[in-house]
């Protein structure tokens, strides 16, 4: 199995696989959705019981009582229930591509971040990231539309352009994503090529528009969402205070209506699609929401 592949094997000791190792389960544990703490509770809990029984194998029936002691009957049910579907993404020899899309603000990026960092996943990218290098190539001239943000790309619109049926923020936010969708699709190819797992996130990840049927990858795509416009709005002054000012508070906020009717856009394209709709409720719960789209994900692979 290639190096360029996410987590070890379970390190559940004994003469089958990888030793017992508390640091590296609580890793596993992570990747099923459970928050760092009670990952390593679980841990802790399951090493203390080795060493009680003199014992360095641990199986998965014993880990599944233990996590209903520490976890609680529902979240140590759900944990196990995913933890063997980990196993399930361990057995195939495909690399994982997860695509993250949403509106700006929605958390995204910070979601997807951990989403990869629980997987093993190296290859992080953004569609921003994307455009951004576009614009480098080509002029405001020859290609206006990546040269504004996806709220205000109808502004790169021509007058015919504008002319036509629809709302000219939303022909202006689709254009841009058919432009910026050429450079997505041609990283995704080289990373499949080089059989590498890979995680895309952004605004213009739209779902119908980009292809997701691959037969050489696990792929699994999703739209995070805020329902609260109020919530929503709160990200922005957080960023803000993270970035020290570095993205122009006043600019998301006057474009909130834009930024709003994307969102609205997305989901209802993600509904078309059977895409599923994540709402942003907090990291630890869309992070879990996530990794068991691609647990479940793994476990139809290996199973058809």
């Not at 987590?7 to 992570?30: E, F, H, I, N, T």
């Not at 502004?155 to 910026?180: S, W």
């Not at 080289?190 to 990858?217: F, N």
Request: glycine residues 8%.
């Amino acid at each position: 199995m290639s190096e360029r592949r996410y987590l070890a094997p379970l390190p559940l000791g004994g003469d089958d696989g990888p030793p017992w190792s508390k640091g590296l389960m609580a890793r596993a544990l992570a990747a099923t959705g459970l928050s760092m703490i009670r990952a390593y509770d679980l841990a802790r809990s399951a090493d203390a019981d080795m060493a009680a029984r003199g014992d360095d194998r641990l199986d998965l029936d014993r880990l599944a009582t233990l996590a209903a002691e520490v976890l609680g009957e529902d979240e140590a049910e759900r944990t196990m229930r995913r933890l063997r579907r980990l196993q399930a993404l361990q057995e195939l020899d495909v690399p994982i591509l997860v695509l993250v899309g949403g509106a700006t603000g929605t958390g995204k990026s910070t979601i997807a971040t951990e989403v990869a960092h629980r997987l093993g996943i190296t290859r992080v990218a953004s569609t921003d990231f994307i455009r951004q290098t576009m614009r480098a190539f080509f002029s405001r001239e020859f290609m206006p539309s990546v040269h504004y943000s996806s709220f205000d790309a109808g502004l790169g619109l021509t007058k015919a352009e504008e002319d036509e049926a629809g709302d000219p923020m939303l022909l202006g936010f689709l254009e841009q994503t058919r432009r910026v969708l050429v450079g997505v699709e041609a990283a995704i190819d080289r990373s499949l090529t080089e059989h590498w797992s890979t995680l895309l996130e952004g605004v213009h990840l739209v779902p119908g528009m980009i292809s997701v049927e691959r037969q050489d990858a696990l792929v699994v795509h999703c739209v995070v969402a805020i329902s609260d416009e109020e919530v929503h709005r709160s990200h922005f002054w957080v960023r803000d205070r993270a970035t020290d000012g570095l993205r122009p508070l006043d600019k998301y906020l006057e474009g909130m209506p834009e930024i709003r009717a994307i969102q609205d856009a997305l989901i209802e394209r993600a509904h078309n699609a059977d895409v599923p709709v994540i709402e942003n409720t907090g990291l630890d719960a869309s992070v879990g929401a996530i990794l068991d789209l691609v647990l479940t994900r793994a476990g139809q692979l290996v199973h058809a």
